[in-house]
Nanobody
Framework: QVRLVESGGGSVQAGGSLRLSCVGS????????MGWYRQAPGKQRELVAV???????NYADSVKGRFTITRNNAKNTVYLQMDSLKPEDTAVYFC?????????????WGQGTQVTVST
């Protein structure tokens, strides 16, 4: 079992920035990737970004060039730097851990952190 704890959500005006952090603990050797999903009110949960243990990354088209995912393997921590935020980025953001083999399979979820972007 992998436990994931997010922090860093909050409210910001459009054009601003936020940085999310997620610390993993437990059986971290069971996963080879960590990522971020988000869910806006009335919408399906969607993948935002994922990073492998080796540093490979993948982003949703809607956040490319604005969001950056990084990780510190020694600290079992993954970060999501969000710049040029838009109101449509408003959502609950979930940290995830799983296996990335051609496709990212989520096995563990954090509790979520709210990000609100106002005009």
């Amino acid at each position: 079992q992998v436990r994931l704890v997010e922090s860093g959500g909050g409210s910001v005006q459009a054009g601003g920035s936020l940085r999310l952090s997620c610390v993993g603990s437990g059986r971290m050797r069971d996963i080879n990737a960590m990522g971020w999903y988000r869910q806006a009110p009335g919408k399906q949960r969607e993948l935002v970004a994922v990073i492998s243990n080796g540093g490979n990354t993948n982003y949703a088209d809607s956040v490319k060039g604005r969001f950056t995912i990084t990780r510190n393997n020694a600290k079992n921590t993954v970060y999501l730097q969000m710049d040029s935020l838009k109101p449509e980025d408003t959502a609950v953001y979930f940290c995830t851990g799983g296996r990335w083999v051609a496709q990212y399979f989520v096995e563990n979820w954090g509790q979520g952190t709210q990000v609100t972007v106002s005009t």
